[in-house]
């Protein structure tokens, strides 16, 4: 059953504050502090210096403040309870025997794993180790109950065990015991992909021969409690990370119970669920350093409050006939710290370990210590649909960060904000724009990062064009257009009921009707980022061109009749010639709408000749024409 496959499930991933790493230490031993040494310096074991010159300050001075010198800390009920005496050497799956009084609990098979020479070892189990050089391991799994099968069936390994004495019925007891859980297949890893799980211990009334049997047919290979000897007593709910955790699981029995296993629950999560075919890694599970004793035996360290709230606190369990008490960083005094509380952030203090000691009369002292460990960090990470496109650009933005989140504030880059989970942002004007992000954990933490110029938005190409002659008459409907504009790579022109009705060339000439009118014309252009622009213009069309010009005009510089020419707002292709009364050709043009400005002329009446030219309808007229300034 070992190599059942199995499905790869999700990660979870957990921040923690504060891990409680090593075993709490309790102990009363008679301080050598006070002990009468002449002739040479004594080490004082509380006042962070190093008194007696050997390059060891304080507690970690052993052999002389030796309320540090403990190598057992609370007796644990559980013989062996961190796998370092064994009679063989493990060579593969299945050898949990070896460790010394470690049995194999149920059909599947539990490991032992010893970091020696030789030994069945792996190196993605993280080290160091909590103690020494060995661990047990397990598997927490379901998988069907045959191909086709809706039915799951239990594959759950234990690690199992006679005590060293009954835990008696109505007592408190507390087993705390190092754990880490990632995923396996024997020989890699992929990471710790599965959610939460709740480590569980069972007991059992009578000292049992292993490995029990909790499914004749050897099918379903779960939990124990299908014996009515095997009890659940606790569990704890465990969040796999890869790296080792410490955790405690209290219970009160209601019967004496002589032996114990320890494994998963009776009810998997359905990521734990393993298939035949695709998986390839296991929910596994290692093991070590597990003191099982009565709850009251267990000296502790508390915490209140969190690093990334500004507020933690470190608590140490005062003993009433206690006299004094003192903190210790790293085993070295911390100078004016001797109340049963540290205030850890007001202190500013920095990561690592810290041990709380409680002094009885100046002749006994007990202690315990905890590791506080800084959260690592959590980099939101967003993602943006879409990331590129043209302008105006509406973006939205979502925050993808796997870990669970209180709030979330947006900064887009062009002065604008907003704190929903899950944003929409329309970008008005082209560039690179740099996202900021600034979310808030559940861990109470706060982490923000920048994503460098995560936006594109391309600015749009320019539809702008002219269009030849206009206005026009209806002698003169042969139109051509020239667009302008950069980067334009497509042109589509629409002439609305005007053949061709719609052209892709950059040039077109269109025949417009010879009826007067306007017509709307449309131009829709694409430059190379796929961006399109559009704009419309009007053809005018007159009537046939007819002029009629006035017989006085005044160009005094008043702006009201100061030029010379026709009526008619569009009056077709004519030429004008303005002559003086004796015949001389003072002025001529082939634009008859620039018109006559009277060329400093004096007063006076001058004759003009209107011809048309270039195929206009109409004949030749003329006529006097009167300049007046005065």
Request: with cysteine; aromatic share 14%.
């Amino acid at each position: 059953m070992k190599y059942l496959a199995g499905l790869k499930p999700q990660a979870y991933p957990q921040p923690m504050n504060v891990r409680i790493h090593s075993l709490i230490r309790v102990f009363a031993i008679v301080c050598l502090i006070l002990c009468n040494i002449p002739a040479i310096a004594q080490e004082v074991c509380n006042n962070g210096i190093d008194d007696d010159g050997d390059n060891l300050i304080d507690l970690n001075d052993i052999t002389e403040c030796s309320c540090n010198n403990v190598t057992s800390p609370v007796s644990s009920l559980i013989p062996n309870p961190s796998f370092e005496q064994y009679d063989c050497i493990p060579s593969t799956f299945g050898e949990l025997a070896c460790a010394v009084t470690w049995e194999q609990a149920t059909i599947a098979t539990s490991d032992f794993f010893l970091n020696i020479p030789g030994g069945f070892w792996d190196p993605i189990i993280p080290t160091p180790l909590p103690d020494g050089v060995g661990v047990g391991g397990f598997i927490i799994s379901a998988y069907p109950g045959g191909f086709g099968s809706t039915e799951q069936l239990m594959y759950n390994e234990y690690i199992g065990g006679c005590l060293l004495a009954p835990m008696l019925a109505g007592v408190e007891y507390t087993i705390q015991l190092d754990l880490v859980g990632s995923s396996w297949d024997g020989a890699t890893s992929e990471g710790a992909f599965y959610g939460p799980i709740d480590i569980t211990i069972f007991g059992s009334t009578s000292c049992p021969e292993w490995p029990i049997t909790v499914d004749p047919n050897g099918l379903d290979l779960g939990c124990p409690t299908v014996l009515s000897n095997w009890v659940e007593l606790g569990h704890t709910s465990y969040q796999a990370d890869e790296t080792w955790q410490t955790i405690t699981i209290q219970f009160i029995p209601e019967t004496d119970i002589e032996a114990v296993m320890i494994g998963g629950p009776c009810e998997v999560p359905a990521d734990f669920f393993v298939d035949f075919v695709n998986a390839l890694n296991y929910p596994y599970f290692w093991i070590d350093n597990m003191l099982l004793n009565e709850s009251a035996l267990f000296s502790s360290i508390e915490t209140i409050g969190d690093y990334c709230s500004d507020n933690l606190s470190l608590i140490g369990a005062s003993d009433t006939l206690a006299s004094a008490y003192q903190w210790y960083y790293e085993g070295v005094a911390l100078s004016g710290q001797t109340d049963s509380t540290l205030n850890w952030s007001n202190l500013q203090l920095a990561a690592g370990t810290y041990q709380f000691v409680a002094f009885q009369d100046d002749t006994l002292c007990a202690g315990s210590s905890i590791e506080v460990s800084l959260p690592t960090p959590i980099i939101p990470t967003i993602a943006a649909s879409p990331q590129v496109g043209c302008e105006p650009l509406t973006v939205q933005f979502e925050c993808t960060t796997p870990t669970p989140i209180n709030s979330v504030e947006w900064t887009f880059g062009d002065g604008s904000t907003s704190d929903d989970s899950t944003a929409v942002h329309v970008f008005t004007q082209s560039g690179f724009y740099s996202i900021g992000i600034s979310a808030s954990f559940e861990n109470g933490c706060t982490y923000d990062t920048t994503y460098q110029q995560y936006i594109e938005v391309i600015e749009l190409p320019q539809a702008i064009f002219t269009a030849s002659p206009q206005p026009t008459t209806i002698n003169d409907t042969e139109i051509s257009f020239f667009p302008e504009g950069d980067d334009i790579v497509q042109w589509f022109w629409y002439f609305g009921d005007v053949s061709p009705y719609s052209i892709t060339a950059e040039n077109p000439t269109v025949f417009f009707p010879q009826t007067p009118g306007s017509y709307p014309v449309e131009l829709v252009v694409y430059n190379s980022a796929g961006c399109a622009d559009t704009v419309q213009f009007i053809i005018f069309i007159d009537n046939n061109g007819n002029a009629t010009l006035p017989s006085v005009f005044t160009p005094d510089g008043d702006g009201y009749n100061e030029v010379f020419k026709p009526f008619e707002q569009y009056p077709g292709k004519w030429s004008l010639t303005i002559y003086n009364r004796w015949g001389i050709e003072l002025f001529t043009t082939q634009s008859i709408q620039q018109g006559w400005n009277g060329n400093n002329a004096p007063d006076g009446t001058y004759y003009w000749i209107l011809q048309p030219r270039d195929g206009q309808q109409g004949e030749s007229k003329s006529g006097y024409i009167t300049l007046v300034r005065d």
